[in-house]
Nanobody, 123 residues
Framework: QVQLAESGGGLVQAGGSLRVSCATS????????MGWFRQAPGKQREFVAA????????DYSDSVRGRFTISRDNAKNTMYLQMNSLKLEDKGVYYC????????????????WGQGTQVTVSA
């Protein structure tokens, strides 16, 4: 059983930057893909970004590509999401997830989820 714990959320002004982290309880295997999803109030949880074990493959939603960067440090059992040029619509609870189905935008491909960290963007 893999446990995930997000941290680093907070309040930031539009245009600002924030980095959220996801720590895993065990060292991910080489088949583990990790991802970030977010959920705004009243909306469904949506895909943000995903990264494979080596970090060589990444995928981003169109809404964040060019502004967000996903990365991972397997030696530290930690994944990151660097968020730049934040917009009001980036507000939400950010969840990290882990799975072994390969790089995917589908929530069902991820078996393990964290509790989420709140990101609030103010005008």
């Amino acid at each position: 059983q893999v446990q995930l714990a997000e941290s680093g959320g907070g309040l930031v002004q539009a245009g600002g930057s924030l980095r959220v982290s996801c720590a895993t309880s065990t060292r991910p295997s080489t088949s583990t893909t990790m991802g970030w999803f977010r959920q705004a109030p009243g909306k469904q949880r949506e895909f943000v970004a995903a990264i494979n074990w080596s970090g060589g493959l990444q995928d981003y939603s169109d809404s964040v590509r060019g502004r967000f960067t996903i990365s991972r440090d397997n030696a530290k059992n930690t994944m990151y999401l660097q968020m730049n040029s934040l917009k009001l619509e980036d507000k939400g609870v950010y969840y990290c997830a882990a799975g072994d189905k390969g790089l995917s935008r589908w929530r069902g491909a991820y078996a393990y989820w964290g509790q989420g960290t709140q990101v609030t963007v103010s005008a």
